[in-house]
């Protein structure tokens, strides 16, 4: 079974300072693709970031990067300068290449961000 | 504007009734899929579409039902015997199959049943 796991049910970061959100997975897939999704209180879901396994170099949007462990099966989230839009569920998902159909969801990370 | 439409925004039914969610995207993607939120779990694949009057079932389809008549609409239904239907449902799209393609999300469908 395809499983995705985010330990950190709820995180909070001041605002302005930097925060991690943790993210693992299980496959016996070689290649893949990973992403990160933030769904607002609006609940409409929003793609944040992207990284294809086969690059060893760590994506980066803005504020957002990853640190993407392919040997431990790690895709964590890091963002920096937090800002109070930050506050969101976040979900790390992945895809994989060939077949392509279905995203594999974690359970979510709730981040509060405190002015 | 491009993008995915979701109606309505809230919906309550009877139990035992048939209910239908509207999906409908205009960014001209091939792939359309169904996914169930519930709290603490994420999101879950009911099914999905790779091309027109073609579907496939997910990991949770028992209960649902689906059709792909136009490239651009993609209903869900919800029958009686889906044994809890009350959830957050969320219908998303993408350009093709390939692994990289982003999934794009509708705003969603809250479902009470009553």
């Known amino acids: 079974a395809q499983t995705v796991t985010q330990s950190q049910p709820e995180m909070s970061v001041q605002e302005a300072e930097t925060v991690t959100l943790s993210c693992t997975y299980d496959t016996s897939e070689s290649d893949y693709y990973l992403f990160w999704y933030k769904q607002p209180p609006s609940r409409q879901m929003i793609l944040v970031i992207r990284q294809e396994a086969y690059k060893q170099q760590n994506a980066t949007e803005n504020r957002f990067s990853v640190n993407f462990q392919k040997a431990a099966k790690s895709f964590s989230l890091k963002i920096s300068d937090s800002q109070l839009g930050d506050a969101a569920m976040y979900f790390c998902?992945?895809?994989?290449?060939?077949?392509?159909?279905?995203?594999?969801f974690g359970t979510g990370t709730s981040l509060t961000v405190i002015p | 504007d491009g993008g995915i439409t979701q109606s309505p925004k809230y919906l309550f039914r009877k139990e035992g009734q048939n209910v239908t969610l509207s999906c409908e995207q205009n960014l001209n993607h091939d792939a359309m899929y169904w996914y169930r939120q519930d709290p603490g779990q994420g999101l879950r694949l009911i099914y999905y579409?790779?091309?027109?009057?073609?579907?496939q079932k997910g990991d949770i389809a028992e209960g649902y039902s689906v059709s792909r008549e136009k490239k651009e609409s993609f209903p869900l239904t919800v029958t009686s015997a889906q044994k809890n239907p009350t959830a957050f449902y969320l219908c998303?799209?993408?350009?093709?199959?390939?692994?990289?393609?982003?999934?794009?999300f509708g705003p969603g469908t809250r479902l009470t049943v009553l």
């Open positions: 579409s790779q091309i027109v009057n073609d579907f």
């Open positions: 998303a799209s993408s350009i093709g199959v390939a692994g990289d393609n982003e999934q794009f």
């Open positions: 998902a992945y895809r994989f290449s060939n077949t392509g159909n279905q995203f594999y």
